[in-house]
């Protein structure tokens, strides 16, 4: 099956430094990729979707200045947490699609300490 | 405003007899369900999907049930198994996907 990937699985920073985590589709073209944030015990939440070469499309709610997402490639998907906060603590998953939003496929995810 | 819900944090079964997991919608503009399996510190990963046109989809040991008028979909497995034990989100699309707040299933040998 197909398979994304995420790098780090884990990263602890400092209040207000930033955070790039990588997002990877390793055996498919990703048309189009999606980033998910979960909190302890609670739903995975989308947070913004984007599509190759294009600007990422965000959730109400979600600060596009504080999660800068790009997709440079159709296998390479980044979110940057700028000036991150304790706040921002959270898993983020990403995950990918070829073929539109019934065939996704999720990564590992992230986990995000921000100290 | 919570547009997919599963109402049950948690659930329990003894090896072999049956686990229902359900989900509860509210957007009757969802045309696609689908419910995940997720690990700790693990994305999730897919099990089974059904259309809205469909009420019933099997695969397996896991059958999804589609109550459109109730607006209620479940999950069979079926003999359990202790490689079941995850959590189990199920999740609804149109235009983008909406996740629950999943349960905690836990099958005892």
């Known amino acids: 099956g197909a398979v994304v990937s995420q790098h780090p699985s884990w990263v602890i920073c400092k209040s207000g430094t930033s955070v790039k985590i990588e997002c990877r589709s390793l055996d498919f073209q990703a048309t189009t990729m999606f980033w998910y944030r979960q909190f302890p015990k609670q739903s995975l939440m989308l947070m913004a979707t984007?599509?190759?070469?294009?600007?990422?499309?965000?959730e109400q709610g979600v600060e596009k200045d504080k999660f800068l997402i790009n997709h440079a490639s159709l296998t390479l998907s980044t979110l940057t947490v700028t000036s991150a906060h304790p706040e921002d603590s959270s898993f983020y998953i990403c995950?990918?699609?070829?073929?539109?939003?019934?065939?996704?496929?999720f990564g590992p995810g992230t986990r995000l300490t921000v100290t | 405003d919570q547009q997919v819900k599963q109402n049950s944090p948690s659930l329990s079964v003894q090896e072999g007899r049956i686990s229902i997991l359900n989900c509860d919608y509210t957007n009757s503009m969802f045309d696609y369900f689908l419910w995940y399996k997720k690990y700790p510190a693990e994305g999730p990963t897919f099990l089974i999907s059904i259309s809205s046109i469909k009420d019933k989809n099997e695969d397996g040991r896991f059958t999804v049930f589609l109550n459109k008028s109730a607006k209620h979909l479940s999950l069979h497995i079926v003999p359990s198994q202790p490689g079941d034990s995850a959590v189990y989100f199920c999740a609804a699309s149109y235009g983008k996907l909406t996740f629950g707040q999943g349960t905690i299933l836990t099958v005892h040998p």
């Open positions: 995950s990918a699609s070829d073929q539109g939003l019934t065939e996704q496929y």
């Open positions: 984007s599509n190759e070469g294009s600007k990422a499309t965000y």
